[in-house]
């Protein structure tokens, strides 16, 4: 039987275009902070002065990137290959900022969900969004240790009101989705040219935590292209609506422990 990664190699070099959504289990496994016995110290160290919680998510970000190791490299490594090439788009819902980082072409990403890179009015004052200041999770992180060098910190704040930024996430109150926009209508477009081209359509880690923005909206694009095909990677909910399914193939796996294992 022909192995499922010869079967994906095979369809995305015969596709015009490559459609990839990233979803929420693309990610390492890692420990919740709280029961990280050392982030377990920073974080009582933190709540000891009220006028601290600000810091709260900068020390979550830089957890998350401690944790984003080299599995996170490798298979974002794998999936720079799969598209090298290609005419390809990459929807993702992931909030890390991690995909900035490899060679995917930011022109070629929309990332909905939001992420680190930018901060908007905490206060809700206005919509603009600011470009977030990337060395303070590490400071925070150091002041936090009680590192001697580390001076107190204050909160960025925001110009226009003086209330603290906060960080632009789906899922938190006052998220600005205007932040996206502009790469999302870029995707629109990308999609309306797929109409009758051969595409394949890749999915990895897509779950039920946001189906409006990768999953539905896949399925009835492999739907209504008869020339498409779609590969889904999800541990858990891999299965494929029964009116895709002859063009589709599910895989049974983590999408980083696919890509690593079945592309070395
Ligand atoms: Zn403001």
Excluded at 19 to 47: C, H, N, T, W, Y
Excluded at 55 to 64: C, S
Excluded at 159 to 173: D, H, I, M, R, T
Aim: aromatic residues 12%; neutral net charge.
């Amino acid at each position: 039987m022909e192995e499922i990664t010869d079967i994906l190699l095979e369809k995305i070099k015969d596709a015009e275009l490559v459609l990839v959504g990233i979803g929420e289990e693309f990610q390492e496994s890692m420990p919740k902070m709280e029961e990280d016995a050392d982030f377990l110290v920073l974080l009582k160290r933190m709540e000891k002065e009220e006028e601290d919680a600000w810091m709260y998510p900068y020390l979550r970000k830089t957890y998350m990137d401690m944790h984003c190791g080299d599995k996170t490299g490798k298979a974002y490594n794998i999936l720079e290959n799969l598209l090298d090439g290609k005419n390809y788009f990459v929807v993702s819902t992931r909030t890390d900022d991690y995909i900035y980082k490899t060679k995917i072409l930011k022109e070629r990403i929309v990332t909905p969900c939001g992420g680190y890179q930018f901060c908007r009015c905490g206060g809700g004052c206005n919509k603009q969004l600011y470009p977030a200041d990337r060395q303070l999770p590490g400071r925070v992180y150091d002041y936090c240790m009680e590192k001697e060098a580390a001076q107190k910190l204050k909160p960025p704040i925001c110009p226009v009101c003086g209330q603290k930024l906060a960080f632009n996430l789906a899922g938190e109150p006052g998220y600005i989705e205007e932040g996206y926009l502009p790469q999302w209508n870029q995707y629109m477009k990308w999609l309306q040219g797929t109409v009758n081209k051969r595409l394949c359509v890749l999915e990895l880690g897509v779950g039920m935590k946001y189906p409006t923005v990768i999953r539905w909206p896949f399925e009835k694009v492999v739907f209504f292209n008869q020339k498409s095909n779609i590969f889904r990677v999800h541990s858990k909910l891999y299965q494929l609506a029964e009116e895709i399914r002859d063009r589709g193939y599910k895989v049974e796996k983590k999408p980083i422990d696919f890509l690593i294992n079945g592309f070395v």
